[in-house]
């Protein structure tokens, strides 16, 4: 431990508090001592003895409270009593703080740029309703000097605070933001923005939500994981959506992990009835499952879906988590007018919801309308490169472009798609169309032996769903085929 972080921690721990009462304390009774050893002849040895007692004192003493301390107030997450002095947060929503950005400038208006990123980030992180976000005046009273985010799990009861930074460059500036895990004092994720100074008009509004939305796949990524941390029999409608949707992000297109996750998600229902982001999510993983033909009782899967999109609406129509799921689903079942007013809601009361953008969309090219909705998926996957639904953003790019009659557009996406997520059947059946448009129709067939691998139940009636009727029409006259379900 370096020099400034041990007196961070006394300071956190207010052992200079302990330290001065107990100076005052042994000078007061060596006082005393003196008068009495004086009236009653002690021998010197006494008196002696008592001093070095005083001093030998004062370091036990302190050992002593710093370890209290630490029963306290454990660092250890599995700990029982961990959190039993942390002011209670709200037990669906864990706590999030955004510090003040520090500015490494000496310019008045990038301390001005620095406060301003700050606070519009508030702002906008305000609108993920999943967390708890601490207010601005709270965050910058601990603005200043190395905070050891520890403290702010002792002091506020945050699960997580962002933390960043603007330093300039020769011809711009650098924005740093990194998430913490203020349980552990660890890192969850880091990453730099440079803006050249003809681009600062860029700074408040793109680097924002570029931030915003790299910090929601994080939390969502740090919540699946420390939710592992309890046995599944405890765990609570929270930790059963995070798994949940975990699973829908990381676990890949398959029919056993839509079914599980669906059941986990009615789990979580159960004990929780009026979760509407656990019912939003249930509608559409039952409704993407419904239009990929991963649910053997598809009709079932329609009326359930059908149900929790509607009732989670009503439920939280201000949640753009909510509206954003819920919306796509009720799209993904054939429900166009109705779906894309909703998911244009959710973008309304948070432009950084990514899943929002890219399900607008999808929702657009399924109802014909692909240019536009070719716009709203290039959209979502350059403000989130890394987001989980690439894979599926990228392949309906790709369908798009192969009906506008861009095959090699569609080739590349297919490919993308097929990167992003090598698990995903549905990038290998846009690579077929698009490979059999170019007339490449060996790979074509190749790509679709690929996505048959991937999803042995793939059928006919699945591949039309997924890249539309007329794609598979032509795939079926070059000779290229599934079996038809029965």
Request: hydrophobic share 45%.
């Amino acid at each position: 431990m370096q020099v400034s972080e041990l007196f961070a921690e006394l300071r956190d721990r207010h052992l200079y508090r302990v330290a001065a009462f107990y100076a005052a304390g042994g000078w007061l009774l060596l006082q005393v001592a003196d008068v009495v050893a004086e009236s009653f002849a002690w021998p010197a040895w006494a008196m002696r003895g008592l001093i070095l007692l005083v001093i030998v004192g004062f370091p036990v003493t302190l050992l002593v409270f710093w370890f209290l301390d630490e029963v306290e107030h454990p660092d250890d997450p599995d700990s029982d009593t961990a959190d039993a002095d942390i002011p209670e947060q709200d037990a669906q929503r864990p706590g999030l703080i955004v510090l003040p950005f520090d500015c490494f400038s000496d310019r008045r208006e990038d301390r001005w740029a620095a406060d301003a990123l700050t606070e519009d980030l508030t702002a906008l992180l305000a609108r993920f309703s999943e967390y708890a976000l601490l207010a601005r005046n709270t965050a910058f009273a601990y603005r200043g000097g190395d905070i050891d985010v520890r403290r702010l799990h002792r002091e506020l009861g945050v699960r997580y605070a962002l933390e960043g930074s603007l330093r300039r460059l020769p011809n711009g500036l650098r924005v740093t933001a990194q998430l913490l895990d203020a349980r552990e004092g660890t890192h969850l994720w880091a990453e730099q923005y440079d803006r050249r100074d003809d681009e600062l008009h860029e700074l408040y509004g793109e680097v924002c939500r570029a931030i915003a939305l790299h910090l929601g796949i994080e939390l969502s990524r740090a919540e699946m994981k420390l939710s592992k941390l309890t046995p599944p029999s405890q765990w609570s409608a929270w930790e059963l959506y995070q798994q949940a949707r975990g699973s829908l992000h990381f676990g890949g297109w398959s029919q056993r992990n839509f079914q599980d996750a669906a059941a986990t998600l009615r789990e979580a229902i159960s004990k929780d009835p009026e979760f509407a982001s656990a019912r939003a999510l249930l509608a559409l993983i039952l409704a993407l499952g419904y239009w990929a033909h991963l649910f053997p009782d598809r009709e079932t899967a329609y009326e359930e879906a059908l149900a929790s999109a509607e009732r989670a609406i009503a439920m939280a129509p201000e949640s753009s988590e909510v509206m954003g799921f819920a919306g796509c689903a009720l799209s993904d079942l054939g429900h166009d007018e109705r779906g894309i007013p909703v998911i244009e809601r959710a973008i309304e009361l948070n432009p950084a919801n990514g899943q929002a953008v890219a399900a607008l969309g999808a929702a657009k090219v399924l109802s014909g309308r692909l240019e536009e909705g070719i716009a709203d998926l290039t959209l979502a996957v350059s403000i989130s490169p890394a987001d989980p639904g690439l894979a599926p953003w990228s392949t309906m790019l790709s369908i798009a472009q192969t009906y506008l009659g861009n095959a090699a557009d569609a080739t590349q996406w297919a490919d993308r798609a097929c990167k992003a997520d090598a698990r995903y059947f549905g990038g290998f059946l846009a690579k077929a169309v698009a490979k059999a448009s170019l007339g490449e129709l060996p790979g074509a067939q190749a790509a679709l032996e690929e996505a048959r691998r991937l999803n042995p139940r793939l059928s006919a009636q699945a591949a039309s769903a997924l890249i539309g009727a007329p794609a598979w029409e032509e795939l079926a006259k070059a000779g290229i085929r599934l079996p038809m379900e029965t």
